[in-house]
């Protein structure tokens, strides 16, 4: 049986099988990725900042600014050059040939895992300071900010209620109007934002509590667990939410309609043996999950581990990002745009983004 891959702008459904490959399966050690065409670059920009977290693709119609296009990698650094936790400021692009510059500098420091870019031109970014009280790492309430192509300010969202802690994001893309799907760490919900996008401003149209309940606390290794990674399927509807505290992946039904919680929603994958407290989240283009280990939960077995699996809970394979300390994979996106498959992922232990690129051609 063949896998179904979905080519968002470019194809709208197609069937592919990796020749001599298990299906669906990108991530296997000394296997697809470590035979493909990929790059390794710095996500330290001048000020130093380190710590990489968000990480996105710029998307297919994106309008050119001054250092940033269409098919670039953008990355959002958490640490200032001391590594301080939640005090980076910086977001950084990467081209399709690995050159790196600096995007946008925040006034609000934390930059999160919650980064998105929209066709129309715009940035979005969640934060989430961190204060040092008697030495103590203590996060305190977040924002989301909009930035033009250009790395200009142009929006920043404050909402004690439905935007407490913005730690993950993903986006429906429809154009003149978008979806963006947050997490918040701090309360432990989801919140999904209504958007109407023109070509110089963005406004909010409504804002709906769509997740609640999941479990969320302080960590000494990453300052706090709670829902992070969000993986939006829009030909069903469902939104999928890597809760790491709870170590388990949930789906949200009727994500983009919705007008109340539906709670924790209902849980997809709950392996304890290959699941240790999950990050970022993306669905690839073949249909799958891939998760990032952050290894702050559930510790043990390898670390440093990017996960894919089924949408009906089933492992597909893993790759690990690097052997050194536990705590390297965060960030993790994918796209199907641009006539192949790439998938990005941070190291935040290295301050690095990889990239990885699957020609159309390649075993197809």
């Known amino acids: 049986m063949r896998q179904k ?12 099988e990796f020749a001599g490959v298990a ?15 990929s790059f390794t670059a710095s996500t330290i920009p001048p000020s130093g900042d380190l710590n990489p977290y968000g990480v996105a693709f710029v998307p297919f119609g994106f309008p050119a600014g001054t250092n940033i296009a269409a098919g670039d990698v953008l990355v959002a650094n958490f640490n200032n050059s001391t590594n301080a936790q939640g005090t980076g ?6 081209t399709p040939t ?10 609000l420091i934390g930059l999160s895992t919650a980064l998105g870019a929209l066709s129309r031109g715009f940035v979005v970014v969640g934060n989430l300071p961190v204060t040092y009280p008697m030495g103590v790492a203590t996060p305190q309430q977040g924002s989301l900010q909009i930035f033009n192509r250009n790395g200009t300010l142009v929006l920043t ?3 004690a ?5 913005p730690w993950d994001l993903t986006i429906n893309d429809q154009g003149s109007q978008a979806q963006v799907f947050v997490s918040n760490v701090l309360s432990g919900t989801v919140t999904r934002l209504n958007l109407s996008v023109g070509s110089n401003q963005v406004t909010v149209v409504s804002k709906t509590r769509i997740g609640s309940g999941y479990a969320h606390q302080p960590n000494p290794a990453a300052v706090v667990v709670g829902p992070t990674g969000l993986a ?5 509807d469902t939104l999928y939410v890597a809760a ?14 919705r007008n109340n919680s539906a709670d924790l929603g209902y849980v997809v994958f709950a392996d304890q043996t290959h699941l240790h407290g999950p990050l970022g989240l993306t669905l690839a283009p073949n249909g799958n999950l891939i998760a990032a280990n952050g290894d702050a939960v559930n510790p043990g077995g390898t670390q440093n581990e990017l996960v894919e699996f089924t949408t009906q809970g089933y492992l597909v394979a893993q790759y690990q990002m690097d052997s050194g300390l536990p705590g390297s994979a965060f960030g993790v996106a994918s796209t199907g745009s641009f006539g192949s498959i790439r998938i990005a992922a941070v190291d935040d232990n290295l301050s690095t983004v990889t990239v990885w690129t699957i020609p159309l051609g390649f075993g197809f």
């Open 98 to 107: 690995g050159q790196q510059a600096l995007f946008a500098t925040s006034p």
């Open 244 to 257: 790491t505290a709870d170590n388990k992946i949930f789906a949200i039904g009727d994500a983009g309609n």
């Open 89 to 94: 400021t910086t977001i950084v692009s990467v």
């Open 157 to 159: 969202l404050n909402d």
């Open 232 to 236: 939006y399927d829009p030909f069903r």
């Open 23 to 37: 299906q669906g399966q990108f991530f296997r050690n000394n296997s697809i990725l470590d035979s493909l065409q």
């Open 5 to 16: 891959l979905y080519f968002p702008l470019l194809i709208a459904l197609m069937t592919v």
């Open 161 to 165: 209620n439905l935007l407490d802690s």
